[in-house]
């Protein structure tokens, strides 16, 4: 294939191609696409603020308990529609443990059938045109969908009755409209409960295909019962599609489970499902019960594809067992099925990981040679992006140099390719120099070029540069985009200049860019870190104002940083604004402005704060109470303190270490031991402790209540453990500062019976005060029972 220009698009339709020799084939896919992807989105994203779920769709609220849904994050969903990527529900586990947990079920499943396997007609992936995408229906629906903050019964009204009118394709282009997956299904659901409207079985199929590329793991199981409850055809991939979600969130064993639940279901293994179970394997750092379940499919009749082949070679480069990775692609062709350019390129990018560039060069001599594959264009692209991508600029530059010494055009997909990986490692020099050579070239660099270099000079610093930058391209006729502005921000904040980087965002509008949420994140949080917190909070409210809702942790990072400023009344204000605006709030965020209170000693605000919990749905952890507790602690109300941690064991949750400590310290402050064994005894039956006893003693020596210390001391020296015997160190050292030693001598004795060994150098203290307190046989007996035991006082300077 000669390929003189690729976009983004047809660079990477062009590398998957390789691996669509069968239906199912996200498991290539996930293999090897992230050969470009991962590089054009590095390109991109330059300014290194994570947000995974930009300009996403939000519902408000369904009225049928459909409930919220947030922008990267998961809202408080109804019984039926929880879509959180966290959700894996104790009743899933529950069935997973009942139908078998051994990592054979793979094995056990794919013998269990024999005989041929007919391929029947599937409807796995339904293509969706572009006239679905701009049916006046879809985009009125998406539009409805999009109104998060007015969302009313009216508007659900006018998106029930629209429903009504859709046929099947119309629905799954809706679907696949939802820049977040979680909204996709919230909607699924929804409309699956709307009278006189049925799914039709091709949106099932289009619903898991959007949900096998994320972690809804839990989602693409509910579709599946849902589709075998109501009697709905389940080919091989749609169990495929779960497996594959499951096995995205890491959870290897449930996806292999779903291979049980196919079983059960009586449909018939095919070579996509096996691929897909392959792939599971290797992914779960299974190899070797990987290779038992390829020899075993081949036995029931089911041939191995170059698929198959490519994810056992991605396998063993996993594992770093090149050799044998090369060892099986020279296989491939005596089994009928002779290994493509992603056999070899899935090799070459562990090579080039490892910067073995000779190795590379050998393997390409190895393609031409043994299977007449000849390096293209997309070999050359592949290994530029890989070699940029893992760091190695300089053989990235010398292949993109070979290439076209070949007369292969490299365009400007990989030349900004490894710009930018000059550009991450700080050599801008080399990086403009390449730019200049893309001009003589005449390879117009683009904007995800100049983005690039523009996020470069600010790592360094040199905002200067980075601004002179974003006016050379619009000279060039190449127009700066909101990734291109953002990047700028961004060095304005990390380097104090957030009001300018304020500035130039009210700004936007006249120099025609748009800021999304990363920008005005970017800004907010310059404002923060150079304490302008009130201008940060009036940017935060201009952000949700524009339809962009700040997340969890950025709220929690500007509440945080007022109440660290002692700005706690500010802080519950822009909680409450943050939560009636519609905005992700989770117990992070009410427990931080409740330790704000807790720290100026606004106890009354703390629990005020509580009572707002529990009012707007959203649950104390312990963590929370420990707070709580803390703060009463300190002012002398036990009682009422004691009663938030029998609230909290009563409701489920278990105490952290912090819990342990803080209650005993503010009741062995107060000596009330009795009253804080009795509570400890209750926390211990929720959430055993080993040290708490320890940490009693300790505490109690160190405000001086040695007696009700050494009463303790028989339930520490239960176990004899060198903690135990650290424990009773400090117990002797107060004793002997409170001028005692009589006492410490008695501790000391304790230990030996427990074959608990003091400390030599600190029983030589207590010796020495024995004897000045005229306490000579008991002097003596301490030290003649070290020499017992064999041990000298040379001993302790050796």
């Known amino acids: ?68 849904v947030g922008s990267g994050f998961s809202g408080d969903l109804g019984p039926v529609a929880s879509v959180s990527d966290t959700d894996e529900s104790e009743e899933e586990e529950k069935e997973g443990e009942g139908e078998g947990s051994s990592d054979d079920e793979s094995l056990e499943f794919i013998s269990s059938f024999h005989g041929n396997h007919e391929q029947r007609d599937t409807i796995a992936r339904v293509e969706i045109g572009d006239s679905e995408f701009r049916h006046p229906l879809v985009k009125e629906i998406c539009r409805l969908i999009s109104l998060r903050s007015a969302w009313n019964p009216k508007f659900e009204g006018q998106l029930r009755h629209l429903l009504r009118g859709l046929k099947p ?61 109501r ?72 041939k191995p594809n170059v ?15 090149i050799e044998d990775a090369l060892e099986l692609i020279a296989e491939m062709p005596s089994k009928g099925c002779p290994p493509d350019k992603v056999s070899y390129y899935t090799v070459m990018g562990f090579l080039c990981k490892e910067k073995k560039i000779e190795d590379v060069k050998r393997l390409m001599e190895n393609m031409i040679q043994n299977n007449n594959l000849v390096p293209d264009q997309v070999t050359y692209n592949t290994l530029i992006h890989m070699l940029s991508k893992h ?11 070979e290439a076209e010494d070949k007369g292969f055009h490299i365009d400007k997909i990989g030349y900004s390719a490894i710009v930018h990986s000059f550009c991450k490692t700080g050599r801008m020099g080399d990086a403009k120099s ?145 939560l009636s605006k519609g905005c992700a709030i989770n117990v992070v965020n009410f427990t931080t402005v409740i330790h704000g209170f807790c720290q100026i000693g606004d106890l009354e605000g703390a629990l005020s704060v509580l009572d707002d919990m529990y009012l707007s749905n959203k649950h104390p952890d312990a963590v929370t109470y420990t707070a709580l507790f803390d703060a009463l602690g300190k002012k002398g109300r036990l009682d009422e303190a004691a009663e938030l941690i029998l609230k909290m064991l009563s409701k489920g949750l278990d105490p952290t270490p912090v819990t342990y400590r803080s209650v005993i310290h503010h009741y062995c402050q ?102 000045l307190d005229g306490k000579l046989v008991e002097a003596d007996n301490l030290m003649i029972q070290f020499v017992e035991r064999g041990i000298q006082q040379n001993d302790m300077h050796l």
């Open 1 to 68: 294939m000669c390929l003189l220009r690729l976009n983004r698009y047809q660079l990477g339709k062009v590398l998957t191609s390789h691996f669509y020799a069968n239906n199912f084939s996200c498991t290539a896919l996930s293999l090897y696409s992230s050969t470009t992807n991962s590089v054009l989105s590095a390109c991109y994203s330059t300014t290194n603020i994570g947000n995974e779920h930009e300009g996403k769709c939000q519902i408000k609220s369904f009225n049928d308990g459909l409930g919220k």
């Open 169 to 229: 394709p119309l629905v799954c282009a809706v679907l696949r409209s939802q820049l977040d997956e979680r909204v996709a299904l919230n909607f699924f659901y929804w409309a699956d409960r709307q009278w006189r409207y049925q799914h039709d079985t091709i949106v099932y199929y289009t619903m898991l295909d959007i949900l096998s590329k994320t972690k809804l793991c839990q989602g693409a199981r509910r579709v599946l019962r849902l589709m075998t409850r």
């Open 231 to 302: 009697g709905i055809d389940c080919s091989p991939e749609a169990f495929g599609f779960v497996m594959v979600s499951y096995s995205r969130a890491g959870k290897f064993r449930n996806a292999l489970r779903i291979l049980t639940l196919m079983q059960k279901a009586g449909v018939e293994p095919n070579l996509s499902i096996c691929n897909t179970a392959i792939y599971v394997l290797v992914k779960g750092n299974k190899l070797e019960k990987a290779l038992r379940f390829f020899e075993r499919m081949q036995v029931t009749g089911i």
């Open 307 to 321: 698929v198959t082949y490519n994810c056992l070679i991605k396998g063993y480069c996993d594992l770093n067992r």
């Open 391 to 401: 760091g190695h600029a300089d053989d990235a530059l010398a292949f993109l140099k």
């Open 434 to 578: 390449l730019v200049i050579n893309m001009y003589s070239r005449s390879c117009n660099p683009d904007v995800v070029t100049y983005t690039a270099i523009i996020d470069g000079f600010c790592r360094l610093g040199k905002i200067d540069e980075a601004k002179k930058m974003l006016q050379q391209m619009n000279k060039h006729g190449c127009k700066p985009n909101t990734v291109s502005y953002t990047a700028l921000l961004n060095g304005f904040c990390h380097n104090g200049k957030s009001l300018e980087a304020r500035e130039m965002l009210s700004a936007s509008e006249e120099h025609s860019w748009t800021p999304n949420a990363i920008t005005y994140g970017v800004v907010m949080h310059g404002l923060r870190r150079e304490g302008k917190l009130s201008e940060a909070c009036d940017l935060s409210r201009e952000m949700v104002e524009k339809g962009f809702f700040p997340n969890l942790v950025e709220i929690n990072l500007l509440i945080q940083s007022l109440c660290q400023n002692q700005k706690v009344i500010e802080a519950k204000k822009y909680l409450e604004e943050c």
């Open 670 to 771: 107060c000596g009330r031991v009795d009253d804080v064994l009795k509570l400890l005894e209750k926390m211990l039956a929720r959430q055993p402790q080993r040290t708490v006893y320890n940490q009693i003693i300790e505490k109690l020596c160190d405000f001086g209540n040695h007696e009700e210390a050494e009463k303790l001391l028989w339930k520490v020296l239960r176990t004899a453990s060198k903690l135990d015997a650290n424990t009773c160190h400090i117990l002797m050292e107060s004793y002997l500062n409170k001028g005692t030693a009589l006492s410490a001598y008695k501790v000391a004795c304790r230990m030996f019976r427990r074959n608990l060994i003091p400390d030599l150098r600190l029983c030589e203290k207590v010796s020495k005060k024995l004897v």
